[in-house]
């Protein structure tokens, strides 16, 4: 474990539907070390999706405050927003959200093109990213030639290739079967264990929950539990 990554103090986030208040997250306190691998659970509408959106700087909080690297990123203007998602957050999502024209490398090297990264130098990153990934020889493939474990892994190579302080995944199992699961779970617990990602990871799924050093549960916009476990491998 390292520094303090992310710390968020009495974190509030209220819709309004029809001129009613509806609170989604209801004075959430957390914090995450560098290095951390930390599932999030609950049921449909406890807050762990509103929660992971405000991580990724998706969204703002209604009141609180947000604290990554020691900086209030919830204060920040959209573009400031915008540049801390590009070069400090990686993501993942359930549905891989993959360009379909564009192949493997392309897909990846998206982030990279508003990066300080010169531009001769951004097609070996993501080529290297890729290899990584044991995809060398699928760079070139289009999403449509590929597994649907290896487009996950693309997508994971994707918030890779900027190095980012923090891997957030929603559900990044979905739409896997058991085998393409386990594989991409292991890849994570491999990234977290042996490169010191930090990774915040929301599922449903009490097995997949399990590769994580800790597990958060949200009930009611709340956190109503928070344990460490010792994490599959």
Not at 31 to 45: K, L, P, T, W
Not at 115 to 134: I, K, N
Not at 150 to 160: K, P
Not at 172 to 195: C, F, I, K, Y
Request: hydrophobic content about 40%; some cysteine; overall charge neutral.
């Amino acid at each position: 474990m390292g520094r303090t990554l992310i710390e968020v103090t009495d974190l509030w986030r209220v819709y309004t539907n029809g001129g009613v208040e509806v609170p989604a997250l209801r004075g959430v306190s957390l914090r995450i070390e560098e290095g951390e691998f930390v599932a999030v659970m609950g049921a449909s509408g406890s807050g762990k999706s509103t929660f992971l959106n405000l991580l990724g700087c998706l969204d703002r909080p209604t009141r609180g405050h947000y604290l990554l690297r020691g900086r209030d990123v919830a204060q920040l203007s959209a573009d400031d927003r915008a540049q801390v998602r590009n070069r400090e957050i990686g993501f993942v999502f359930q549905s891989f959200n993959l360009l379909p024209r564009a192949t493997a490398v392309e897909n990846v090297e998206l982030p990279l093109f508003y990066s300080p990264l010169p531009y001769r130098q951004q097609r070996p990153r993501a080529l290297e990213a890729l290899a990584a990934l044991g995809l060398a020889d699928r760079a070139h493939h289009y999403p449509n030639q590929l597994s649907g474990g290896q487009q996950q892994r693309v997508a994971i190579a994707r918030a890779l290739v900027n190095s980012p302080a923090l891997v957030l995944a929603d559900e990044p199992t979905g739409n896997l079967d058991s085998q393409a699961s386990a594989e991409l779970m292991q890849l994570l617990v491999g990234l977290n264990r042996q490169r010191g990602v930090t990774i915040v990871l929301v599922t449903h799924e009490p097995d997949i929950a399990a590769y994580a050093r800790r597990l958060v549960q949200f009930r009611d916009g709340a956190i109503i539990a928070d344990q460490p476990q010792e994490g599959r491998s």
